[in-house]
């Protein structure tokens, strides 16, 4: 596991409780090069702000937060692999004309894809050696013919990116790779912590400048690999000190991110220095959690084979096979065969039981979420209408203010602070009943703003026009005796059941006060009359739990 989620650790407790007993939760070996790659994209996007590349035409595009670096590298993966806006056939097969080898479009430049862990520098180194063969391609061969090619033609062309692309190779021929070839060893967990202080030390202890042109040895203490693009990354150019540069930080990067996720594995750490109770019952657990996401593989196989098959038939079915049961019981004689059967029959009746009482606590549990969430709702949406009411009251108190002039005259009787909340009030019916916007789409903070600010602000508001759709409010507002004799849909619950009543408003009582004012309501499946204020109908009617219509 990761450190990235909350999810592991509550996965812990939850094992805990059900173990009565301290769990050992070791973080998976391969995990972190996932971490590693987020980490140095940031890195390389902070970095590209600097670089005063110039956007002449159509550049790659950038998903939410990646670098441009990463958006190209996208890209390149369409040129290699798509065949709707890529050319899948003609750019390898001009490469592999030019010396670069392998034997199908994915070992040429790994589809970005399946290989997530460790794609992103591989790719970069490959990018970076393929360069000037691409660009060859582009301008003597097949010249940009849609957005794709144009992008990368353009953003390549700018040769801003090259060292970039070369430090992250680097890191891939001296770090991640050797990492990713190390998890096919066959090592426990507590073994990794040497392994993991190894690489540490050797990060912190050596200068970039020192792999630029070459290295015999890689981070976990390897010859690398001299392939091609090894010499291609090592080869001296007038940017080996810009790329050091980069080197330099993204090897920063990775020692942040193992010192934050091994903390456990590294001097101090809990496991550091396992004793023999420790190591005896680790013993069998792997580096990595490979193997149980093949078994989660498996699993996922089957549901996607017998959708109507329960959850629990299809686990079964990966665990006899994940666990061999079939070869276990071929080693056994008749008779043990028939007592192995026979003790199994047996315990499935009780796992059965265990597995409808499961099934009974997983509904009521859910039951109680969604009841707990129903309530928070039903809460949010009762605060919600009467902050919204609050409004309207205020404003039948002292009265719409609907000109310059109004305002001067509703806040001229008023002392400082009542005048300052009838004019925070007057705003937010505006704003938040009426829903009218500031020309200059200006927001305003009450909680900074004086007097004078906010007179200015509404008196700015009340020469916006209020939208077509909450005109029926304004006009409630100036005249509550207008929709006297109207007919309505009204929402009203009881025990949590919603149902719309159908009522008419007869007449509009105490009209002289607007805040006592109020509407005489029937409904048809009720035989005496019902009394609503002038702000509760207006309130449902904001919140769309009241309809007006004329029959």
């Not at 589809?111 to 997530?116: K, Q, T």
């Not at 540490?200 to 390897?222: H, M, N, R, Y």
């Not at 020692?255 to 220095?273: A, F, I, N, W």
């Not at 409904?523 to 009241?546: A, C, K």
């Amino acid at each position: 596991m990761t450190d990235r989620v909350v999810t592991n650790s509550a996965v812990d407790r939850s094992l805990e409780n059900i173990k009565g007993g301290k769990l050992n939760s070791f973080r998976c070996a391969m995990h972190p090069l996932d971490s590693i790659h987020k980490q140095c994209d940031k890195f390389v996007k902070a970095h590209e702000h600097t670089l005063g590349i110039e956007r002449k035409g159509q550049f790659p595009y950038q998903k939410g937060g990646e670098s441009l670096a990463q958006a190209t590298l996208r890209s390149v993966d369409k040129l290699m692999h798509d065949s709707g806006s890529g050319l899948p056939q003609d750019l390898p097969a001009y490469l592999k004309l030019n010396g670069m080898k392998g034997t199908s479009n994915s070992s040429l430049y790994p589809r970005w894809v399946g290989n997530r862990f460790n794609v992103y520098f591989v790719n970069a180194g490959l990018l970076y050696m393929y360069d000037s063969l691409i660009n060859e391609f582009q301008t003597k061969v097949i010249k940009p013919r849609n957005n794709l090619h144009h992008a990368i033609f353009n953003v390549m062309s700018t040769g801003k990116l090259q060292p970039v692309l070369r430090a992250l190779g680097l890191v891939n021929k001296f770090l991640t790779g050797p990492w990713m070839d190390w998890q096919g060893t066959r090592q426990g967990i507590l073994e990794t912590s040497k392994v993991f202080t190894s690489v540490l030390d050797t990060i912190d202890g050596l200068s970039a400048s020192d792999l630029v042109l070459g290295f015999d040895e890689t981070a976990f203490g390897k010859t690398p690999k001299k392939d091609a693009k090894y010499e291609a990354l090592t080869t001296s150019t007038p940017q080996d000190g810009e790329t050091a540069a980069v080197l330099s930080g993204l090897l920063a990067e990775v020692s942040v991110v193992m010192r934050r996720q091994l903390e456990d594995h590294l001097p101090g750490g809990k496991y550091h220095t396992p004793d023999d109770d420790l190591q005896r019952v680790a013993k069998s657990c792997t580096m990595n959690n490979i193997s149980g996401e093949r078994v989660f593989a498996k699993v996922d196989s089957r549901i996607n084979k017998a959708r109507s098959a329960s959850l629990q038939k299809c686990i079964h079915k990966a665990q006899f096979s994940v666990n061999r049961v079939a070869e276990y019981l071929d080693g056994k004689s008749k008779d043990e065969r028939a007592d192995i059967m026979r003790k199994a029959t047996a315990q499935a009746k009780t796992n059965r039981q265990h597995e409808k009482e499961w099934k009974e606590d997983l509904h009521k549990a859910l039951k109680k979420r969604l009841d707990e969430s129903r309530q928070e709702l039903e809460r949010k949406e009762e605060n919600n209408r009467n902050a919204k009411e609050k409004i309207i009251m205020s404003v039948l108190k002292h009265g719409l203010w609907e000109t310059e002039v109004d305002i001067d005259n509703g806040v001229k009787p008023l002392k400082k602070t009542p005048a300052v909340a009838a004019l925070k009030e007057q705003i937010r019916f505006r704003t938040v009943i009426l829903g009218s916007k500031h020309p200059e789409s200006r927001s305003i903070a009450f909680s900074k703003s004086k007097q004078e600010e906010l007179e200015k602000y509404l008196k700015e508001l009340v020469h916006v026009p209020t939208p077509d759709d909450k005109s029926e409010i304004l006009d409630i507002v100036k005249d509550p005796s207008a929709i006297v004799g109207y007919d309505f849909n009204q929402k009203w619950s009881s025990d949590g059941v919603d149902r719309m009543c159908r009522g008419s408003i007869l007449s509009l009582v105490n009209q002289a006060d607007k805040q006592e004012a109020e509407y005489k309501c029937n409904f048809d499946d009720e035989e005496t009359s019902i009394f609503q204020t002038i702000s509760e109908i207006i309130t449902d009617i904001v919140v769309g739990d009241l309809f007006l219509y004329i029959s």
